[in-house]
Every structure is written in structure tokens, then in C-alpha cells.
């Protein structure tokens, strides 16, 4: 009798799960397919990866990336029809928006973390930054040891600043961490002669000089501090939608098209203002795009 | 020699000419009691005399100063004039005795215990020494009213300026009032009076400035001015003031 | 959707490759807080109350100099004010005191914030103390005078006292106000709460993000109830026996 009644619950349970495997829909898809829309994530002013346009429209690099994973998600769904809403997230909304359920997928420029991979999903890392130190031309700032006495911005709730700090131990230096509400204050401290030298991704960097009123004035200098994947960031324990964004990010990668998206937005004049950025591909960026990974820092 | 004098004193509120051609001399040692209908500028009158209200021309002369010339050090004048206002103006912050203690202490430059000493016995005079740590909220109106004559005596002023100093206060409380104030007219100090109270006007009074219109009407002894008011608007004034209904 | 996991224990956790603790960028964080808006607060009331009591005087030019600062200090926000003392002005003094500003002066943000802070809520405490004066019984400052008080001593032993004690629930509410406002230091530098706040829900970590904000957002309930306590302590203080305020 017991063990018949085993037997019947293993049955039906198991028939139960085939099912599920072969045709159910589970996480972030079966809401679209529910909803009937995905919602994307989009920063305000993270050029070139994510940014408002002249008309309010996010554009990007990340944007062009996230618009091939809408365009699968529609296929896969069947949806060809499917809505697209627009949800403009900031450093500190993002991840919230992603676990509360707001945003479905974030594109933006978003470091892949193993912190984060606690509360996060990340697809393959479609970028790498290095951690540089952005400084006058005429500054004369080198290296880290340069920084002995001075002031050094970082931007508020950027990380950055623990580079200074370890630094600092490690080489008996005495250095004025200073922090920016945003990178264009941050940027303002340099230019203002309020701080001597601005630690942030290079590519931010690269931005805000491009975007000053003078680029000649301003330089990228010293070694890499650390070095930073970026990802498109998604829930967590979704294998079938974090397949979908793999396998959609792999393919765009293996055929060529990553590249020919990532000179469209890093060494060619981009909106709004027609600035190149002149950030050629990094040697740990081809690396991580020939062979793709979803490892964090 | 007349302590306080008026000459050709004109007042105008923007276009309301509020006292016109007001000449009037007060004696040393006189009482004098100011009365006239409501509006007539009897407020207005007193207040000049210590500068409270400015006059747009003639002169005041107050213990041999003109209280118009700006070189006037008006504030050691009003040291030597004490006022007593209607609505009593006691510091409701301080207590009664800091109430007396503060301008001789802060004007006077007398001590602490020299000012004390002074402001009991005062209270004694107005029968107040037991309240002397109360507030003035926690006092009646006729009681506040005692405490701010004190608190002008204080300062041992050669004139005391009263405007209306009982129509504040409720009915059986003015004779405790006035029975200060007609104990201080004894006194021999110069009192202007401003009030009602023909009674205390027929005691102690030795002349009734009658305002109308901002002139000075007439002025009498008070058993004239009560028995014999020359002019119509007197007459008229003095029958609604006496009649039983007021 | 997954629930969100709650973890309040998230600030005792190490600051990742440092020996620091979140916990102690909060407790940082609280203190800078603290000293900008106490310093800032004893700015506001000394000047406000300069600036108030020239409000009522009869001096015309004086009373127009006091009414343009509340005009210009209470309607310009607070952080474009901020803005301007900390990267404006430098620029605008003689290049050697500019530089000073930027480079030598100790603890720029901090400093700025508090003038800053204490010359914005001094407008706001002007218009109070104005207000409470001009509450006060008109006869009350002839009563000073009359009995040959300056205008000064009336004011200081007359009006002020009493003045001071009508506007004690709205300052209250800008003594309060005060530490909230202290957060926009943050952009000019400041560490402060809020600063730390941002700094740990940024890339530090995920840490739990909604913990933390909720955290900081207790500590300023907390401290702005303190400051409720310490002024209704004062209010009870200086209350005068049966005087029910706002009469007569
Ligand atoms: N500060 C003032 N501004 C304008 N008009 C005033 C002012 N004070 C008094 N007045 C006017 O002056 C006139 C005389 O007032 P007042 O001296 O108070 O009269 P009284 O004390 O005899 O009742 C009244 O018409 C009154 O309205
Ligand atoms: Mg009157």
C-alpha cells in the first residue's frame, strides 16, 4: 500500500517536471510571456555604454548589445510584437530594480562582482575597464607615488578610492581622499585645482575629457589599478533567460559583430556631441571575447 | 517755571492732522488731568511729551530740554519722565521685582541689591511687597497696574506721565489704582494725567486740559470745568462721561 | 520574484580588501553630520537673530540690507549655495587666497558646508525671530524705552527675550530641519551621512542596499527626535509661569 502510493506520488511528480523541463516557461521569460513586455534598464549618462540621445532615447554600446537580446527574447517567445518599456535606472537603483522585479535586464556599465553575483546574474562580460588616474597634462602625475601630499577625487559610490587607500599603506604615502557627488564634479575638482588627479574606470575618463572644453588639457596617466568586467546584469537563478542572453551575447561575439558594435561607439564620433572617444579595444577585452565568461571580480 | 511746555506743537498722522497748534504749560508739582472724547489726540499728546510719538513741528520743552532737537539726549530724558500705559506694558518675562530692577540697574547703573532694596519698598508703597517674585500673568490688572507705577518709580522720576491708566481694568479694581496714583499726586510730584475718572480729576487735579479735535478746548481748575464748561463740546462730553449709564 | 533577503547585520560586515567596517564609515558618517549642523545651527542663530531683529528696526537702510539677505539666502537652494561657496567663489577671490581655498585650507568640504549651512538657515531663523518680535505686543518696546532704555537694551532685555521664546516650536522645526539639510553637504565633499549612505549603496558592494538606506534613514529620525527633545527641554526651561504665549 505504501510503497504503491510512493510509487504514484514519484509518478506524477516526475511526469510533472518532464513537462516543465520540455515546454514551461520559468522566471524572467514566463513574466514577459505573461506581461506581455520586458522591461529594460537603461542608465541616463553612462557614455558610450548607455545614454539619452538628443530625444530622450537611450543609446549605447550596451544598448546595441541589449536590443539583439530583446530581439531574441521575441523570437523565443514568439512575440514579435512584444513591448519594450524603458526604465532609466542609476548606480544605486539598479540592482534593487533588477531583484524587486522593475527591470528585467539592465544595460548599462555595470562591474560583474562576486559581491553582486550574491543578489545578481551577470551574461557574459561584454567589456573590460581598467581602473586609470585622470590628471592635468602639465601635472606631472605618473604614478601613484606622484599623489604623495595631494588631493585625489574619486566619485561618491564608486570604489575606487580603496586603490588610493591600499596604495597609500603599501608605500608609506600620505594622500587627501577626496569624493565627487558625480564624475562631472569629480572632473570639476581636477579642472577647478581642487584635486591633482580623478581614479576612475578609463573609459569614464576617457568621456569626460573627450566631453571638456579643452581635451588637450588633460591626460590619462598611470598603470591600471584594477581591472573590471562588465556585464549585463539580470535575476539571479533564471537559468533559461541567462542562457538566452548567453547564447545571444556568444554568437554576436563569435560572428565579428561585438567588434564592428564596439568601434561604432569607441573610436568613431558619437552623439550627442560628435566626440570620439579614441578607446581602442583593450588586449584584456579581446581576451574576454574570445573566450567568453561570466567571471566576476 | 513750568516744567513742561507746548509751543505750537502740530502732529500729522500722513494727512491727519491729529493735534493742531497745541500750546500748554505744566507747572513743577502740578497735576494735570487730560480728558476729551475718544480719537481727540490725548494719547497722541502724552507720548510727545517723552518723544514715544515725534512731533512734525513747534517745540516741547521737558525739564528745560526741547525734546524736537535731535542733539537731545532723549534717552536720559525718559530716565527722569515715567509713563504709565493703559494696557500696563509690564516685561511678562521678568518677575515683578526685575520688572522694577531693570532699568534703574541697566540705566541707573545701580546695583543689584541697591535696586532691590529700592524696588520692595516701592512695592510696599503700592501694597504689592508679597508679590514681588509673581509674574505678571499670574497677577489681576489693577495689580499689574501698581507694579508699573512702581516700576516708573523706580527710576525717581520728576515728572509721571498716565495715559489712561485705569480703562483697562475691570470696575473693582480702579480704586485700588487710583488710590495710588491720588497718594503719589500728594506727593508733590508733576502729574499728567490722561483718564476718565472725573472723580479722581475733582480730589487731586489742579487743572483739566479738556482735548477736542486735537486743540486744547479749554483748561480749568476742575471745580470750573465740572461746574461752568465754557464751550458746547465741553458740555457734551461731560454729560455723556457723567451720565449714569457710562 | 524571488523575496527580497532582509539583512540588517550588513553594516558590521568588512569593508571587501580593507580593515574597515561599515558600520564605522556610518558612525564617521553620524559624526560629521552632527558637528556640520551644531556649528552650522550656532551660526544660523547668532546671525539670524542679528539679521531678524535689523528686520524690525526703524533704519531703513539697515532693515533693507537684512530683508535682501533673507531674500537672497532663503531663495536660492541650499546646494547651488553649496555649489557656489565651495567652486565658485575661489575662483573669484585673488588667485593666492583662491588657491589656499582649494589646496591648504583643512577640511575644505566640512568647513564650507558649515558656513555654508549656518548662512541659509540664518535667512530661515531671521524671518522667525522677525516674526516673533513683530508678535510681540506693540506697547512692550515703548515700555522700554519710556523708561530710558536704548533701543539695543530694549531689544536685548525686552524684546529678544520674549521673541525668543514665541518662536521656539518654528525653530524647533529649522533646528530639526538643520540635520536633514546638513545632508547636501555631501556635495561638496563633505563625509558626512548621507555621503557614507551613497558610498556604501554604491559599487562597495550590493551590501544590502535597502538595509542600509533604511538604517541611515532611522539615524536622522533619531537625531532630529533628539533635537525635538532638547528644544521642548528648553521650552519647558524658559517658560514663564502663566504666561500662555500668543496672548495678548
Ligand atoms: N500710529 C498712528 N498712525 C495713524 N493714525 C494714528 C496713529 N495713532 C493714532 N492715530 C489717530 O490719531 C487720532 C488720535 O488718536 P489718539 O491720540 O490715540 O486719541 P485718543 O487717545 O484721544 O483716543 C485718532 O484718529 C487715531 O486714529
Ligand atoms: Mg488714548
Known amino acids: 500500500m505504501q510503497k504503491r502510493l510512493a510509487f504514484l506520488v514519484a509518478a506524477v511528480s516526475a511526469s510533472f517536471i518532464g513537462h516543465a523541463q520540455a515546454n514551461e516557461l520559468t522566471g524572467t521569460l514566463k513574466?514577459?510571456?505573461?506581461?506581455?513586455s520586458i522591461t529594460v534598464g537603461h542608465r541616463e549618462s553612462s557614455i558610450p555604454f548607455s545614454y539619452l540621445d538628443d530625444a530622450q532615447k537611450p543609446i549605447g554600446y550596451a544598448m546595441d548589445l541589449c536590443w539583439k537580446v530583446v530581439d531574441a527574447v521575441k523570437k523565443e517567445l514568439k512575440l514579435p510584437n512584444?513591448?519594450?518599456?524603458?526604465?532609466?535606472?542609476?548606480?544605486?537603483?539598479?540592482?534593487?530594480?533588477?531583484?524587486n522585479g522593475t527591470v528585467d535586464i539592465e544595460c548599462g556599465s555595470t562591474t560583474n562582482s562576486k559581491e553582486r553575483q550574491k543578489q545578481v546574474a551577470f551574461g557574459v562580460s561584454t567589456y573590460v575597464t581598467s581602473v586609470r588616474m585622470l590628471t592635468k597634462a602639465d601635472s606631472g602625475v605618473k604614478t601613484?607615488?606622484?599623489?604623495?601630499?595631494?588631493?585625489?577625487?574619486?566619485?561618491?559610490?564608486?570604489?575606487?578610492?580603496r586603490y588610493i587607500k591600499q596604495n597609500e599603506k603599501g608605500h608609506n604615502i600620505d594622500v587627501k581622499n577626496v569624493y565627487g557627488k558625480d564624475h562631472a564634479e569629480s572632473f570639476l575638482m581636477v579642472e577647478s585645482g581642487r584635486a591633482v588627479a580623478f581614479v576612475m574606470d578609463d573609459v569614464l575618463l576617457a568621456g569626460l575629457i573627450a566631453n571638456s572644453k579643452s581635451p588637450k588639457d588633460f591626460m590619462i596617466a598611470g598603470p591600471a589599478l584594477s581591472v573590471e568586467p562588465y556585464g549585463i546584469m539580470?535575476?539571479?537563478?533564471?537559468?533559461?533567460?541567462?542562457?538566452l542572453v548567453d547564447d545571444t551575447l556568444i554568437g554576436l561575439m563569435k560572428s565579428g559583430e561585438v567588434e564592428k558594435i564596439y568601434n561604432k561607439w569607441f573610436t568613431q564620433p558619437i552623439p550627442p556631441k560628435n566626440i570620439n572617444l579614441n578607446l581602442p579595444m583593450s588586449p584584456q577585452l579581446k581576451e574576454a571575447i574570445k573566450n567568453p565568461n561570466d567571471n566576476g571580480v | 517755571m513750568s516744567i513742561i511746555r507746548f509751543v505750537n506743537v502740530n502732529k500729522w498722522f500722513k494727512q491727519l492732522h491729529v493735534l493742531k497748534n497745541v500750546s500748554l504749560e505744566i507747572a513743577q508739582g502740578e497735576v494735570v488731568v487730560v480728558c476729551g472724547p475718544s480719537g481727540s489726540g490725548k494719547s497722541t499728546l502724552i507720548r510727545t511729551v517723552n518723544q514715544l510719538e515725534p512731533i512734525s513741528d513747534g517745540e516741547i520743552w521737558v525739564i528745560d530740554q526741547n525734546v524736537a532737537d535731535h542733539r537731545t539726549d532723549i534717552n536720559a530724558l525718559r530716565a527722569d519722565v515715567g509713563f504709565v500705559f493703559q494696557h500696563f506694558n509690564l516685561y511678562p518675562h521678568l518677575s515683578v521685582l526685575d520688572n522694577i530692577t531693570l532699568a534703574p540697574i541697566k540705566v541707573r547703573k545701580q546695583s543689584r541689591e541697591a535696586a532691590e532694596q529700592k524696588a520692595v519698598q516701592l512695592l510696599e508703597r503700592v501694597g504689592l511687597a508679597h508679590k514681588k517674585d509673581a509674574f505678571p500673568s499670574q497677577l489681576s490688572g489693577g495689580q499689574q497696574q501698581r507694579v508699573a507705577i512702581a516700576r516708573g518709580l523706580a527710576m525717581e522720576p520728576k515728572i509721571m506721565l498716565f495715559d489712561e491708566p485705569t480703562s483697562a481694568l475691570d470696575p473693582e479694581m480702579i480704586g485700588e489704582v487710583l488710590q495710588v496714583m491720588k497718594d503719589l499726586a500728594l506727593s508733590g510730584i508733576t502729574m499728567m494725567v490722561v483718564t476718565h475718572e472725573m472723580g479722581f480729576a475733582r480730589e487731586v487735579a489742579h487743572r483739566v486740559v479738556f482735548l477736542d479735535h486735537g486743540e486744547v478746548l479749554e483748561q480749568a481748575t476742575p471745580a470750573e470745568f465740572f461746574s461752568a464748561p465754557k464751550t458746547d463740546r465741553a458740555k457734551q462730553f461731560l454729560k455723556q462721561i457723567l451720565s449714569p449709564m457710562h | 520574484m524571488s523575496q527580497y533577503q532582509w539583512d540588517w547585520l550588513v553594516i558590521f560586515e568588512n569593508v571587501t580588501d580593507t580593515d574597515e567596517?561599515?558600520?564605522?564609515?556610518?558612525?564617521?558618517?553620524?559624526?560629521?553630520?552632527?558637528?556640520?549642523?551644531?556649528?552650522?545651527?550656532?551660526?544660523?542663530?547668532?546671525?539670524?537673530?542679528?539679521i531678524g531683529t535689523a528686520r524690525t528696526l526703524p533704519n531703513k537702510f539697515v532693515a533693507g540690507i537684512a530683508t535682501a539677505y533673507v531674500e537672497l539666502f532663503r531663495n536660492i537652494p541650499l546646494i547651488v549655495q553649496l555649489f557656489m561657496w565651495f567652486f565658485v567663489l575661489p575662483e573669484m577671490v585673488p588667485t593666492n587666497i583662491g588657491n589656499w581655498m582649494k589646496q591648504d585650507m583643512p577640511h575644505p568640504g566640512i568647513i564650507t558646508s558649515i558656513i555654508g549651512l549656518g548662512l541659509f538657515t540664518?535667512?530661515?531663523?531671521?524671518?522667525?525671530?522677525?516674526?516673533?518680535?513683530?508678535?510681540?505686543?506693540?506697547?512692550?518696546?515703548?515700555?522700554?524705552?519710556?523708561?530710558?532704555?536704548?533701543?539695543?537694551?530694549?531689544?536685548?532685555?525686552v524684546l529678544l527675550p520674549m521673541a525668543f521664546r514665541v518662536v521656539i516650536p518654528p525653530l524647533t522645526s529649522e533646528f530639526m530641519s538643520i540635520f536633514k539639510n546638513s545632508a547636501v553637504a555631501y556635495s561638496i565633499?563633505?563625509?558626512?551621512?548621507?555621503?557614507?549612505?551613497?558610498?556604501?549603496?554604491?559599487?562597495?558592494?550590493?551590501?544590502?542596499?535597502?538595509?542600509?538606506?533604511?538604517i541611515v534613514g532611522l539615524i536622522y529620525i533619531l537625531v532630529a527626535f533628539s533635537a525635538n527633545r532638547i528644544m521642548t527641554f528648553i521650552e519647558r526651561r524658559v517658560q514663564v509661569p502663566g504666561y500662555i504665549s500668543g496672548g495678548k
Not at chain 3, 564617521?28 to 542663530?45: D, M, N
Not at chain 3, 525671530?129 to 530694549?154: D, M, V, W, Y
Not at chain 3, 551621512?193 to 554604491?202: C, E, H, S
Request: aromatic share 8%; proline share 3%.
Open chain 3, 189 to 214: 565633499t563633505a563625509t558626512e551621512l548621507f555621503f557614507q549612505m551613497k558610498q556604501i549603496t554604491g559599487d562597495y558592494k550590493p551590501a544590502n542596499q535597502i538595509e542600509v538606506v533604511t
Open chain 3, 122 to 157: 540664518a535667512a530661515r531663523v531671521a524671518e522667525q525671530i522677525r516674526t516673533g518680535i513683530l508678535a510681540l505686543p506693540r506697547g512692550q518696546k515703548n515700555a522700554g524705552l519710556a523708561l530710558g532704555l536704548t533701543l539695543a537694551q530694549t531689544y536685548r532685555h
Open chain 1, 31 to 36: 513574466k514577459i510571456k505573461d506581461s506581455g
Open chain 1, 234 to 243: 539580470i535575476r539571479k537563478d533564471d537559468p533559461q533567460f541567462k542562457k
Open chain 3, 21 to 50: 567596517f561599515y558600520y564605522q564609515w556610518l558612525i564617521s558618517g553620524l559624526g560629521w553630520t552632527l558637528l556640520i549642523a551644531l556649528s552650522a545651527w550656532v551660526i544660523a542663530l547668532i546671525l539670524g537673530t542679528i
Open chain 1, 144 to 161: 601613484l607615488d606622484d599623489l604623495n601630499g595631494k588631493a585625489v577625487v574619486t566619485t561618491t559610490g564608486t570604489t575606487s578610492d
Open chain 1, 82 to 99: 512584444l513591448a519594450v518599456k524603458l526604465n532609466p535606472v542609476t548606480s544605486q537603483t539598479r540592482i534593487p530594480l533588477i531583484t
